[in-house]
């Protein structure tokens, strides 16, 4: 099983910034991609961007050119750059690690509120 770690979030205006920060412990030999999904209040959790150890990275299209993705694998760490944040994008955060069986673990989850 892998520990995952959350960091980061909180509140930001409109426009703003924020990078998250999750970090894996454990079983880390077990998973072969981390990424990131959120939930939004009512709405079903999505992915947002994930990132596999050879480095291939798959985005949802409504954050294309706003949030980058990145990983260090000698670290077990992935991040998520957050730019030109909208309100739409207001959620709790997830790290996930995605296992060579397809299972998923979980870190506990972050808030992101942007908001004036």
């Known amino acids: 099983q892998v520990q995952l770690v959350e960091s980061g979030g909180g509140l930001v205006q409109p426009g703003g910034s924020l990078r998250l920060s999750c970090a894996a412990s454990g079983s880390t030999f077990s998973f072969w991609r981390m990424g990131w999904y959120r939930q939004a209040p009512g709405k079903q959790r999505e992915l947002v961007a994930s990132?596999?150890?050879?480095?291939?990275?798959n985005q949802a299209d409504s954050v294309k050119g706003r949030f980058t993705i990145s990983s260090d694998n000698a670290k077990n760490a992935v991040y998520l750059q957050m730019n030109n944040l909208e309100a739409e994008d207001t959620a709790v955060y997830y790290c996930?690690?995605?296992?060579?069986?397809?299972?998923?673990?979980w870190g506990q989850g972050t808030q992101v509120t942007v908001s004036s």
């Open positions: 990132i596999s150890q050879s480095g291939d990275i």
């Open positions: 996930n690690a995605r296992g060579w069986d397809n299972s998923d673990d």
